[in-house]
C-alpha cells in the first residue's frame, strides 16, 4: 500500500485546491443593470427579466433605486447598519418600495421593527414585480 498513499494524497490535493479556486465575478449585481419599472426603456421589464434571469426592481425613484441598491451591497458585505441606513433613505424618496421595506425589516433591530416593515413589504406587494413577490 505505500504506492496508494502518495497518488491518495496528490488527488487530495487537486480536489482541495479545485474547491478553493477563486472566481473573479462583477461588483455589480444582475439587478442593478435592469431598468426601473415606470421607466422608458423600450423592452418590457419582464421580458428582459426572462432574459437576463434577473428580477426587476419595482420603484418610481430612480434616486430610490440606486441607495436601495448601495444599501444591498453593503448588507452583503455584512454591513449591516450601514446599508439600513441607505434603505431608509430609498423609503423616504419612495414610500411604496417594497424591497427597500423588506431589507429594512431583513436589518431591523427589534423584533417590533421586524414586523412593522415586513407588514409593510406585505402590503406594498401587489405593486411589486412577480420575482420580488
Request: charged letters at 25%; a positive charge; proline letters at 5%.
Given at each position: 500500500m505505500p504506492r496508494a498513499f502518495p497518488s491518495f494524497t496528490l488527488f487530495a490535493a487537486i480536489a482541495i485546491l479545485a474547491g478553493c479556486s477563486s472566481t473573479k465575478s462583477s461588483p455589480e449585481t444582475a439587478s442593478a443593470s435592469t431598468p426601473a419599472a415606470g421607466s422608458p426603456?423600450?423592452?418590457d421589464s419582464a421580458t428582459t427579466a426572462a432574459r437576463t434571469g434577473t428580477v426587476p426592481l419595482t420603484t418610481a425613484s430612480a434616486e430610490a433605486r440606486d441607495l436601495?441598491?448601495?444599501?444591498?451591497?453593503?448588507?452583503?458585505q455584512l454591513r449591516f447598519q450601514d446599508g439600513r441606513k441607505l434603505f431608509e433613505q430609498a423609503t423616504a424618496?419612495?414610500?411604496?418600495?417594497?424591497?427597500?421595506?423588506y431589507q429594512l425589516a431583513v436589518t431591523s433591530a427589534t423584533a417590533k421593527d421586524f414586523f412593522a416593515h415586513l407588514k409593510e413589504a406585505v402590503a406594498l406587494s401587489d405593486k411589486a414585480s412577480e420575482g420580488e413577490r
Open positions: 426603456s423600450g423592452t436601495y441598491l448601495r444599501g444591498r451591497t453593503l448588507a452583503e424618496k419612495d414610500p411604496s418600495f417594497a424591497m427597500a421595506h
